[in-house]
Every structure is written in structure tokens, then in C-alpha cells.
């Protein structure tokens, strides 16, 4: 079983910047995918973010203005969200799993889940 905790949210203004940390307990050996999703209130969780082998994936709407980013030797992935706007506000998850690259945007694809973070945006 992987342990992933994340921190990093709070509540910014519009404009501000971000960064969402997750930390995991050990490095799945099979070849991973660490990613960001997020959920509003009364919506369906989303993806956000992916990175696998060294590619990354973008939700349309946070392209240009999330990174994600990971350090193996630490154990941690990281989310810098540049830009923020009042729709990104959600709770963020981080997750991994080892998704077909079909499904990877599929929260259903991943296995071990982090607790969650708000991100608060306001106007």
C-alpha cells in the first residue's frame, strides 16, 4: 500500500501563484504515474496533471499555467499553478498509478490516492 500526502493549498486571490506538494511512501516498481486531480463542489473529480517517463499531460484548462513536477529521490511530485483563476478552486488530489496512456486521465486508473487539498481562489 503507497501513502500520499499533500500539502501546498490555501486560499490566494486571482492572479497569485500556488505550489502543491505530494509526498509517497514508496516508488511503485512497475512504471508509474503520478498525477493531480481536483474536484468542486458538486462536480466529478478531474484530471489535471501527468507525468510518466518523463512526458507530461495538461488538462486544457490549466495548460500554460500548471507544471507538474516530480524528484524521484525525494519521493515527491509537485504541482506550481501560475495564474490562478476563482474556477480553479477544488479540492486537489494527488495520485498514482500505472494507466494505460488511454486512460490516464481517468481517476479510475489510479490506485493510491492522497487525502486532498483545497485550493481557494477568490476574486
Known amino acids: 500500500q503507497i501513502h500520499l500526502v499533500e500539502s501546498g493549498g490555501g486560499l490566494v486571490q486571482t492572479g497569485d501563484s500556488l505550489s502543491l506538494s505530494c509526498s509517497f511512501s514508496e516508488r511503485p516498481s512497475n512504471r508509474p504515474t503520478m498525477a493531480w486531480f481536483r474536484q468542486a463542489p458538486g462536480e466529478e473529480r478531474q484530471f489535471v496533471a501527468g507525468v510518466r517517463s518523463g512526458y507530461t499531460y495538461y488538462a486544457d484548462s490549466v495548460k500554460g499555467r500548471f507544471t507538474i513536477s516530480r524528484d524521484n529521490s525525494k519521493n515527491m511530485f509537485y504541482l506550481q499553478m501560475n495564474s490562478l483563476k476563482p474556477e480553479d478552486t477544488a479540492v486537489y488530489y494527488c495520485?498514482?498509478?500505472?494507466?494505460?496512456?488511454?486512460?490516464?486521465?481517468?481517476?479510475?486508473?489510479?490506485?493510491?490516492w492522497g487525502q486532498g487539498t483545497q485550493v481557494t481562489v477568490s476574486l
Open positions: 495520485a498514482i498509478g500505472s494507466p494505460i496512456l488511454s486512460a490516464l486521465r481517468s481517476d479510475s486508473a489510479y490506485a493510491y
